[in-house]
């Protein structure tokens, strides 16, 4: 769901020091930004920022960029990392469909996709981010022995995802379930804002974990 727009919040975003304004100066080079040699990982569609914020603050040996498209959302994940003290979070105010651009070969590690847009027309089912188109992106710029994990209380989304991976050549899936909150997967499990109000509503989490 699109918040409302925040008046400011585009120069709020320009200006802030989290925020990585030419993200394709960094293309294959990201270390650098991060001043070490740790493994990277993104999250995709951010929201506000809570997912990512706690698995920065949970693993700081692992760098991590949050994606978000929109400035209203990405200008309350600001406000979040504002009251913290990581050095491992930055941001991007960027359109997915663009990975390849900014990331180089092989260089994240993992990739988070937590309640996707769902996109339930059909002739915008190539802008989910489990479509083929995108699975053929993430496949350029995930490691080798890197994964994707994807949530979504979503049931059409995920049947189509499952559907896309099972029909791809080169991905497959390592962990699925329908009802994440009451499955063996669940220890560990970091909740996103739309989780937490989901599972307070009684609504099953569907969740895969991919590879190739």
């Known amino acids: 769901m699109r918040l409302r727009n925040i008046k400011g919040s585009k120069e709020f975003i320009s200006a802030s020091p989290f925020v990585i304004q030419t993200p394709e100066d960094y293309k294959g080079k990201w270390s650098s930004l991060f001043q070490n040699q740790n493994p990277l990982h993104i999250e995709i569609g951010m929201g506000k920022g809570q997912f990512i914020h706690q698995l920065a603050e949970k693993n700081p040996q692992i760098n991590y960029i949050g994606i978000e498209m929109y400035s209203s959302v990405l200008y309350r994940a600001l406000e979040k990392r504002e009251e ?107 909740m996103t804002e739309y989780e937490s109000r989901f599972v307070a509503e009684g609504k099953p989490i569907c969740r895969f974990v991919i590879s190739r």
Not at 103 to 118: A, K, Q
Not at 168 to 187: G, V
């Open 84 to 190: 913290t003290d990581l050095d491992n979070l930055y941001f991007l105010r960027f359109d997915a469909k663009y990975l390849e651009e900014i990331f180089d070969n092989g260089e994240v590690g993992r990739i988070y996709l937590n309640f996707s847009d769902p996109w339930p027309k059909e002739r915008h089912s190539k802008r989910r981010l489990t479509s083929p188109l995108f699975l053929s992106r993430y496949d350029k710029i995930l490691a080798l022995e890197g994964f994707i994990q994807f949530k979504t209380d979503n049931r059409d989304l995920f049947d189509f995802s499952v559907e896309t991976v099972e029909q791809s050549a080169h991905w497959h899936i390592d962990e699925i379930t329908y009802d994440l909150h009451h499955s063996e997967f669940i220890e560990g499990n970091i």
